[in-house]
């Protein structure tokens, strides 16, 4: 699954970039299945060694506009803006 967020490489590392339409794509679909299941992407062991920065990673919904995102959500030490 953390595959599938691979188009979001460069928008988890890096605040300031902007997440690609396949990122965007890709959260939209993980998030809409269960927002505990992009969660555990995001936070997982695959992604981290990837080099994704877990606290870039849940302002992604956000920078991609997700209308539907679960704001205020506890991802472990993290909660989505």
Do not use: F
Request: aromatic share 2%; net charge positive.
């Amino acid at each position: 699954m953390a595959l599938r967020l691979a188009p979001c490489a460069s928008a988890a590392q890096d605040p300031s970039s902007a997440p690609s339409g396949a990122c965007c794509s890709a959260v939209h679909t993980i998030g809409k299945q269960s927002p505990r299941c992009l969660c555990a992407v995001m936070l997982s062991n695959t992604a981290r060694s990837s080099g994704i920065k877990p606290e870039v990673a849940v302002t992604i919904p956000k920078r991609c506009n997700l209308a539907n995102r679960p704001v205020g959500y506890k991802c472990g030490d993290y909660t989505l803006p």
